[in-house]
């Protein structure tokens, strides 16, 4: 496989290939965000059909994806598809990006000559897909906890909004 920026590499052996493939999957299945809901390559084709592309602030490709009535920016290079961007969906961007590197790997480790990908591809997306399943976490936790906080205080007496004098 060749790569501009690091030249010519070995493509993804087929026992490598088998190995990843079956840790996506079982990662897929042990996910409740991205197992039973997650979309397939038909799906992603048609969430991808209607995205819009467009570059970030710095000149990075990305997608303003629609999702309900909301547009959601995921980025697709591998220096951007893990930026923080100002979103008021973060879940939601968390879960596409997930989505998005799955959807990726599940055509990085597709049979087929030639190769799709070289083994730093593969390595490279896993990683990245680990540290958005790790962020999208974080990010439902920290979303659980604002809503905590704001429920306690709806329930404070001398609450502004409540029926206590």
Do not use: C
Request: glycine share 8%.
């Amino acid at each position: 496989m060749f790569n501009a920026e690091r030249g010519l590499e070995a493509p993804l052996a087929a026992e490598d290939r088998r190995s990843y493939e079956s840790d996506l999957k079982r990662l897929q299945a042990e996910t409740p965000s991205t197992g039973k809901s997650g979309r397939g390559d038909k799906a992603w084709g048609h969430v991808l059909g209607k995205a819009v592309p467009e570059l970030d602030a710095e000149g990075r490709p990305q997608f303003q994806i629609q999702t309900g009535e909301q547009l959601v920016s995921v980025g697709v290079a591998a220096d951007n598809v893990l930026t923080d961007e100002a979103s008021s969906l973060p879940a939601q961007r968390m879960q596409l990006t997930q989505e998005l590197l799955q959807a990726r790997l599940r055509e990085e480790l597709r049979r087929g000559a030639p190769p799709k990908a070289s083994v730093s591809d593969v390595q490279r997306d896993w990683s990245l897909l680990q540290q958005a399943m790790k962020n999208g976490r974080e990010s439902v936790v920290a979303e659980n906890s604002s809503q905590t906080v704001e429920r306690s205080a709806s329930m404070r007496p001398g609450f502004s909004g409540g029926d206590l004098p």
